[in-house]
């Protein structure tokens, strides 16, 4: 089975107070930290072997999990103790954990109900370096990062961080954003360089895109929340109202 990996070593600086003391990754949902749903979802689909990227409050996230055998698990940890080294970066000094010629990412701070299956799938059917799970662009949402696609499905643009003049640029188009979650082929890491800050949205992507490799955009439609704020956690939890992630 591959491995999951999961980006979990952002500074968190938009959920600040609350992540002043604890990594974002264990911010409560309900009684369980943030990412206990993630990995209970992992393990409900039959992904035991969990990489976890980490750095800020790396000891909290280890200390919490440990192997990860308390939860039917092996989890391993990638740590960036030096320097941050950006999402792509964290993943890049994984490399030498994951086993097989493709993993999973995920950001650690998700929560969807994603199939799996059909996502691994279009990835295989598409013959793709890298798969970007994308969602339709919302009226008048602003997105960190903005994906457009040709009929195959081929992702044609990546801007990070689109001003509104960018979005409009494309109105008679379909515009899509970006969701924090890749299948890439093992072999994509080596083009993220060792010991730098290097990104997916802002780097890797769009070095792919200029050297013409494949890379697809899948359309997800399930349920997904990205809990990257303070306004965003409140609002999931005035959501949930104590009720279960939809994800579990």
Avoid: W
Wanted: aromatic letters at 10%.
């Amino acid at each position: 089975m591959m491995p999951i990996v999961i980006v979990a070593g952002g500074l968190a600086t938009r959920m600040q107070p609350l992540t002043e003391n604890i990594p974002k990754c264990l911010i409560d949902i309900n009684g369980t930290p943030l990412i206990e749903h993630q990995l209970r979802f992992f393990k409900k689909l039959g992904y035991t072997k969990i990489i976890f990227c980490i750095a800020h409050l790396a000891d909290k996230v280890k200390d919490y999990f440990g192997d990860g055998s308390a939860y039917g698990l092996k989890i391993s940890y990638a740590e960036e103790q030096e320097q941050l080294l950006g999402t792509a970066g964290s993943v890049k000094k994984a490399a030498s954990l994951i086993d097989g010629d493709k993993l999973i990412v995920f950001y650690g701070d998700v929560l969807t109900s994603l199939d799996v299956g059909a996502l691994l799938d279009f990835h295989s059917l598409k013959n793709a370096d890298a798969t970007v799970c994308v969602r339709p662009l919302p009226e008048g949402y602003r997105s960190s990062s903005l994906v457009m696609m040709d009929e195959a499905n081929a992702i044609t643009h990546f801007i990070e961080k689109p001003d509104l003049q960018a979005i409009a640029r494309f109105s008679s188009e379909k515009k899509y954003i970006n969701s924090g979650i890749y299948v890439l082929q093992k072999e994509v890491l080596e083009l993220i360089p060792q010991h730098s800050a290097y990104d997916f949205a802002k780097h890797l992507f769009p070095l792919m895109m200029g050297q013409r490799r494949n890379l697809y955009g899948y359309v997800m439609h399930e349920f997904f929340r990205e809990v990257g704020s303070i306004k965003k956690y409140g609002a999931l939890l005035a959501e949930l109202k104590g009720k279960a992630p939809l994800m579990e």
